[in-house]
């Protein structure tokens, strides 16, 4: 069982910046996909970044503004987010994807911190 836990979030003003950080810990075996969602009040769960073995995928309105970034050694993943605006306010998730020995695929959520962009 993995556990994911989220920090960061808070009330910012537009054009500000926040940084998220999500550490996880328990039993990993290969971290496959780890990275960020978020999900405003009346809509779908959306992507905002994620880093894969491929590479980084963000979200259109999220780039140039969000940066992710990981600390392999610390199973660590951080969300710089800068010029931020009211649309980017949200429970944001974080997200973890584990793969075992026979690479079957696991999920794990955080349980989400709230960022609002308000003057």
């Known amino acids: 069982q993995v556990q994911l836990v989220e920090s960061g979030g808070g009330l910012v003003q537009p054009g500000g910046s926040l940084r998220l950080s999500c550490a996880a810990s328990?039993?990993?075996?290969?971290?496959?996909?780890m990275g960020w969602y978020r999900q405003s009040p009346g809509k779908e769960r959306e992507l905002v970044a994620v880093l894969t073995g491929g590479g980084t995928k963000y979200a259109d309105s999220v780039k140039g503004r969000f940066t992710i970034s990981k600390d392999s050694a610390k199973n660590t993943v951080y969300l710089q987010m800068t010029t931020l605006k009211p649309e980017d306010t949200a429970v944001y998730y974080c997200?973890?994807?584990?793969?075992?020995?026979?690479?079957?695929?696991?999920?794990?959520w955080g349980q989400g911190t709230q960022v609002t962009v308000s003057s």
């Open positions: 328990g039993l990993i075996f290969s971290i496959n996909v």
């Open positions: 997200y973890l994807k584990d793969l075992d020995v026979v690479s079957t695929g696991y999920d794990y």
